[in-house]
């Protein structure tokens, strides 16, 4: 199991255990964003699918860089105060550790965070353990692979598929949000997924049919998220 690079909105990290476990030695995220279930199976062959060049080209990042490269990242309380050397996508890394559970990365803390900062409850930002969970993950997901594309684009093999799209009733936040998925065509290419395929939406969405599978709290306010899950026959 690894901890999350960087938390990002709607991400399933820690709900991850209540899935059913994969069954193929092959995990793909069509709809990739931090990776949360296939963070707790590190070992496994993982394909990574993502649309939104920023995350594509982290994860492309962590995959291939060093751990003494992401050690010689100086930490910073914002990404502009990063040096020339950094590259853009150690940034974009950066920006998102700033603020917690966003769609994109930030150059500095929320001034909600920046007053829990200065009581002294630091969480958020590139801070000295932030680094070096980073550097002392990489080299776990070298083989990992990423494909910067649409879901479609995803490798058609039997794989289990965990597939947790922008949700139709609450997906508008992602720069790729609900507005450019047309559900109806999704369930159906996830209903002829080959191996073990499992589908995340809210209670409540139609276009598979979805079970309530459990209510998990999420967000700073700990809002309440009732999940619905979609199971083919073969789990």
């Avoid at 080209?57 to 105060?81: C, M, N």
């Avoid at 794989?159 to 109806?184: C, I």
């Avoid at 589908?199 to 139609?206: D, F, M, R």
Wanted: aromatic share 12%; net charge positive; with cysteine.
């Amino acid at each position: 199991m690894l901890k999350p690079f960087w938390r990002y909105y709607g991400g399933k990290w820690r709900a991850a255990p209540r899935y059913p476990a994969p069954m193929y030695p092959h995990i793909i995220e069509p709809f990739a964003g931090a990776a949360g279930y296939a963070m707790r199976y590190p070992d496994r062959q993982v394909t990574l699918v993502e649309k939104y060049p920023v995350v594509a080209g982290i994860w492309r990042y962590l995959i291939a860089v060093s751990p003494d490269e992401v050690l010689r990242i100086p930490l910073v309380e914002a990404v502009s105060d990063l040096p020339a050397w950094v590259p853009q996508e150690a940034r974009w890394l950066v920006g998102f550790t700033m603020n917690a559970a966003v769609t994109a990365p930030r150059n500095v803390l929320s001034a909600g965070r920046q007053r829990l900062a200065g009581m002294g409850r630091k969480f958020e930002g590139w801070t000295g353990a932030q680094r070096e969970r980073v550097a002392s993950q990489v080299d776990a997901i070298r083989h990992w692979r990423v494909v910067e594309g649409a879901y479609t684009d995803a490798p058609d093999v039997e794989a289990t598929w965990f597939v947790d799209p922008p949700y139709e009733n609450a997906g508008k936040h992602y720069v790729h949000g609900s507005a450019d998925l047309e559900y109806r065509t999704l369930g159906d290419w996830c209903r002829t997924r080959r191996g073990q395929t499992m589908v995340c939406e809210n209670v409540g969405a139609t276009w598979l049919p979805f079970v309530p599978f459990m209510a998990a709290k999420a967000g700073p306010a700990k809002q309440v998220s009732h999940e619905a899950l979609w199971v083919n026959d073969r789990t």
